[in-house]
């Protein structure tokens, strides 16, 4: 938008408010009080919503669960991971030499 423009809009706004308010003294004060009473609305309204117990349920909803078969699926991947460790023999020392290593370091 070119400021030409912005000031031509300005201009136009005023006259037509001095216009209304000099042929309906009223109209200004009304509509001021209207856009004042919409504004307020809309800002009552998203603090509702802000604090609302949906907005809480939706936080909780989008936190990570603990489920009852967490602890059976952690037993199976480690279960995994032992027979893929004993399948070969390389790494089995591999991993007896890290585990030693741990084991032997105080914590």
């Known amino acids: 938008m070119k400021m030409s423009g912005f000031l031509v809009g300005g201009l136009i706004g005023a006259a037509a408010t001095v216009y209304v308010s000099r042929r309906k003294p009223g109209a200004v004060a ?4 209207a856009l004042s009473d919409a504004c307020s609305s ?8 802000i604090m609302s ?3 809480k ?4 909803n989008l936190a990570p669960k603990h489920s009852d078969d967490t602890g059976v ?11 893929i460790v004993n ?21």
Do not use: M, Y
Not at 30 to 33: I, L
Not at 73 to 83: L, P
């Open 57 to 60: 349920e939706e936080a909780v």
């Open 87 to 107: 399948s070969d023999p390389a790494l089995k020392r591999e991993t007896d030499k890290i585990k030693a290593e741990s084991s032997a370091v105080a914590h």
């Open 53 to 55: 117990k949906s907005f």
């Open 30 to 33: 009304w509509a001021a009080n």
């Open 73 to 83: 699926k952690s037993e199976a991947a480690w279960g995994q991971i032992e027979a």
């Open 42 to 49: 809309v800002a009552r309204k998203s603090v509702s919503k």
